[in-house]
């Protein structure tokens, strides 16, 4: 008879993303992960299967609590204007950078190394920052100036935003220096004015 996990599965995910935060994909070894999660090599790879399979796991996790955290802000109806919550956002995320952390956004971290040449990791973060751009596109609509825009053109303001957010959280896990990080949202404020 097999033996019962002795683990908690949503609190073993939870360490992991914050392993595969800290590290990267590529970084996170599996010493990194099994001390990380505190769990043995057998107990990772039983519920696991591989490092992919969890990482993508990951990714599903970040979406539900990060991503969709950022939806739900955009969609907030307590700041009547679209282009305040956007820039809520960006400011939000700036403030977590002054405050020392340097992590970044996981989807753009996996943006930026694994999608590039894994379909699967590929689609996960396509899904997740997929949601962010429909949530900005949502809050342009929101935006007395904005909402006048045919649907053409506040997509695309919403791909120039997702793609200025990307680069923003992008270049805070580079330790970019705050001052550049700052003219980044400055630049995000331009563009809504």
């Given at each position: 008879m097999a033996r019962p996990r002795s683990f908690d599965i949503d609190d073993a995910l939870e360490k992991a993303m914050h392993v595969f935060w800290e590290h990267g994909y590529e970084g996170?070894?599996?010493?990194?992960?099994?001390?990380?999660m505190g769990l043995t090599r057998g107990s990772l790879y039983k519920a696991f299967?591989?490092?992919k399979t969890l990482f993508l796991q990951v990714l599903?996790?970040?979406?539900?609590q990060a991503v969709q955290a950022g939806v739900a802000m955009l969609a907030d109806p307590s700041i009547p204007n679209g282009a305040e919550r956007i820039m809520a956002m960006f400011q939000g995320s700036y403030q977590n950078v002054v405050n020392g952390d340097a992590r970044g956004c996981l989807l753009c971290t996996a943006a930026a190394g694994p999608s590039s040449y894994d379909?699967?990791?590929?689609?996960?973060?396509?899904?997740?920052?997929?949601?962010?751009?429909d949530g900005i596109y949502?809050?342009?609509g929101a935006s007395p100036k904005h909402?006048?825009?045919?649907?053409?053109?506040?997509g695309a303001l919403a791909d120039m935003i997702i793609a200025q957010y990307v680069g923003l959280r992008t270049m805070a896990r580079a330790r970019i220096d705050h001052d550049t990080l700052?003219?980044?949202?400055?630049s995000v404020g331009v563009m809504l004015a």
């Open positions: 996170a070894s599996l010493p990194d992960l099994l001390d990380g299967t591989d490092k599903q996790r970040y979406e539900r379909d699967d990791v590929a689609k996960a973060v396509s899904e997740g920052l997929g949601a962010l751009r949502t809050a342009l909402a006048v825009l045919n649907p053409a053109e506040r700052h003219n980044i949202v400055r």
